[in-house]
């Protein structure tokens, strides 16, 4: 069951300006929490940066690239789960499994899901650094902050993890004005820059490009 939106948690995250990306402006929830969006045209193709968003094949560059320090194994002193949904013109994509690890790395474990492989339960540590403290495990939209410093990371160093830009205009190639892009935070309209959203505990986002999904997730997914 979708849980009610609360509004003290996601005012804190909002920053002072108007998010450009945003073409649409919706300030509605649905009585059963999730976002409603008003209907938009389908995005266009554009001529770089179109879906698909594989895993980048070299994660500990662009996690350096992001301000993150690769380490030799996963750290749980501070440990968050933030959940990103990615739409466009309808359709989910995938947040590809593997994002800031090594997985080449022998140390890396991979274990096989219904949703595909997973990596990690990095024991004993790697010889080297092999994972980012900010990592997918899973092709799930879980991101993991497992890190041994109490700092939140954002979207923004996600995506640069993920070789996607995220900016006030721009989600990969789809660019405002010519696409709609709408940015949610537990089923909010977020107003800021995206890349500014720190990736707390629970916290639900969703990047709606083009025309939107049915439905907008606005709660971090039951288990």
């Not at 920053?15 to 209907?39: E, F, K, N, P, Y």
């Not at 990103?84 to 013109?89: A, G, M, R, Y």
């Not at 650094?129 to 923004?156: F, K, M, R, W, Y």
Request: proline share 11%; net charge negative.
């Amino acid at each position: 069951m979708t849980q009610p939106v609360h509004t003290d948690s996601v005012d804190a995250l909002r920053g002072r300006g108007t998010i450009a990306l945003a073409v649409i402006v919706v300030g509605l929830v649905a009585c059963d929490g999730s976002a409603v969006v008003q209907d938009a045209k389908p995005a266009p193709e554009p001529a770089n940066g179109g879906i698909p968003w594989p895993a980048p094949s070299d994660p500990l560059d662009l996690a350096i690239a992001a301000g993150l320090e690769p380490t030799t194994r996963e750290f749980l002193d501070f440990h968050v789960h933030a959940h990103l949904d990615v739409f466009v013109n309808g359709s989910a994509v995938e947040v590809p499994a593997g994002i800031g690890i090594n997985i080449e790395d022998p140390a890396v474990q991979t274990t096989q899901t219904d949703l595909g492989p997973t990596y990690g339960g990095i024991d004993p540590p790697c010889s080297q650094p092999c994972i980012s403290p900010l990592h997918t495990h899973g092709p799930d939209g879980i991101l993991h902050t497992e890190s041994a410093v109490d700092q939140p990371n954002t979207l923004g160093q996600f995506f640069t993890e993920w070789g996607v830009a995220l900016t006030d205009t721009c989600v990969g190639g789809y660019c405002s004005p010519g696409t709609s892009v709408q940015v949610f935070v537990n089923g909010e309209p977020y107003e800021g820059d995206p890349a500014e959203i720190q990736l707390m505990d629970q916290l639900e986002i969703a990047v709606v490009i083009g025309s939107p999904p049915d439905e907008v997730p606005s709660s971090f997914p039951e288990a």
